[in-house]
């Protein structure tokens, strides 16, 4: 399977024009054309229309040019319908208003997970970019490679990606920057004070685990990504339904897109002390699978009443942010597949988080809007704290109503972080349902270039 990187080329010889067109343009890029080809694209009634593809032939039989209408579309990344559409050969951007941006949409748009395919399906024979000069193609093969790392990570299949396989991927990743690591396994997160990651993933036959890697300087700013490795989600003893359960090979999307967070921060070199801490586990049920109504000890001191097995992710990233906050850092980042009240709220495009720091918050919106990451920042409002209330233990882990349910999961998280600088909480989807331009249906990442960029301009290189 081809990294999705390799779509975007230097140099090659006699690319093809794929000319932005739109109802004034049109005219004048005809004249570009032989008289022919410009007959042509008339006789076909084309108009340029926003994210419209027509392919121009040529005397041979070959591509003369490509029209893309650009227009006043809405959607940044439309040009990522391009290498789907387009037969093998290579080609170069004209007219376009956001050149830099069309590249990045063109790579997105090339990836394809074929790992479990038994044909190539033409992999090696596909449309190729060449890239505007000035374009910095170094920088984007490290952020596109994050995504299609994200991606690969949450579209395997849960048989062959329990929590051994994402410490194995962690791992990898930590080795080819030299960062250092470690993880805690099955009985032992009891002995090091992990009991809610443990709770949560007893019940399986594969081990639940604490994945833990630092790297860079210690004297720099400290920052900790914490990521939701929920490998697969039963819901518990609160089992899903059959409909529900079907992607939840996705729930450890959390911890895939910290991975991809991660290597873009390293492969940059920023300036900081980064730590990534993944609670893997698998939600399964078994005669030792944690129950409704139990009372949880935590890492934090906190004792947690069990309102419903199927929500999982909060208690075992409590404990990891638990372990973060311990060490006072400037900023922790998690990021989970936490709640469904988030899908309804936002839909699958547009990422919510949380922070009660407002600078930081407007770094990152800043960031989002500069290059086409979506998020959209939510109250952490205190006086829903109330809905978390326990008669019986310190909190209970969800609402008692149906109200607020992103909300009450973030102030939740909330619970166990206290001494960092600063703290956000990303409540992502990690999944695409239906293919949009630059985006195929399938595992996604989201908010990670944003964040990448926000912490770029936080920690400049």
């Not at 895939?256 to 920023?270: H, Q």
């Amino acid at each position: 399977m081809p990294a999705v990187f390799d779509s975007l080329l230097a140099s090659a010889e006699a690319p093809v024009a794929i000319h932005a067109v739109d109802a004034d343009r049109l005219e004048q890029v005809l004249s570009l054309l032989p008289a022919a080809a410009g007959r042509w694209v008339k006789a076909n009634g084309y108009t340029g229309s926003p994210g419209s593809i027509l392919i121009v032939p040529d005397a041979e039989g070959g591509v003369a040019a490509v029209l893309f209408g650009e227009g006043d579309t809405s959607d940044p990344h439309a040009a990522g319908a391009l290498p789907k559409a387009l037969p093998a050969g290579t080609y170069r951007l004209e007219g376009f208003a956001d050149p830099d941006m069309a590249c990045l949409a063109f790579a997105l748009g090339s990836y394809a997970y074929r790992a479990y395919k038994s044909k190539s399906d033409g992999d090696e024979d596909r449309a190729r970019l060449v890239v505007p000069k000035g374009f910095d193609l170094t920088a984007a093969k490290f952020e596109l490679e994050a995504v299609a790392l994200a991606r690969d990570l949450i579209n395997t299949p849960a048989n062959d990606f329990g929590p051994e396989e994402l410490a194995a991927a962690a791992r990898q990743l930590a080795e080819r920057f030299g960062a250092t690591f470690k993880v805690t396994v099955g009985e032992a997160l009891l002995e090091h004070n992990f009991p809610m990651i443990h709770a949560v993933g007893k019940a399986s036959t594969r081990a639940p685990r604490l994945i833990d890697f630092s790297w860079g300087d210690l004297s720099h700013p400290r920052v900790t990504l914490v990521g939701k490795g929920v490998c697969f989600d039963t819901g518990g003893l609160d089992i899903k339904p059959s409909s529900s359960m079907l992607l939840m090979k996705k729930d450890m999307g959390g911890a895939a897109n910290v991975l991809g967070l991660a290597l873009m921060i390293m492969a940059s070199n920023l300036p900081i002390h980064l730590r990534v801490l993944i609670p893997a586990v698998e939600n399964s049920i078994s005669g030792n699978a944690f129950r409704p109504g139990d009372i949880l000890p935590s890492r934090k001191g906190i004792s947690v009443e069990i309102g419903n097995t199927d929500a999982e992710g909060r208690l075992v990233l409590a404990d990891a942010l638990a372990l973060a906050d311990e060490e006072n850092p400037d900023l922790i980042i998690d990021m989970a597949t936490l709640t469904g009240a988030a899908r309804v709220a936002l839909g699958p495009q547009v990422m919510p988080f949380y922070t009660d720091d407002d600078g930081f918050a407007d770094a990152v919106s800043g960031a989002a809007d500069q290059v086409a990451d979506p998020v959209w920042r939510m109250p952490l409002w205190k006086p829903y704290s109330k809905m978390l209330e326990s008669k019986v233990a310190d909190i209970n882990h969800v609402s008692t109503g149906g109200f607020a349910g992103s909300i009450t999961a973030a102030l939740f998280l909330s619970r166990f972080v206290e001494n960092a600088g600063t703290w956000a909480h990303f409540d992502i989807f990690g999944w695409t349902p239906s293919a949009r331009p630059g985006h195929p249906e399938g595992g996604e990442a989201q908010a990670i270039r944003a964040l990448f960029a926000a912490l770029s301009n936080r920690y400049p290189a």
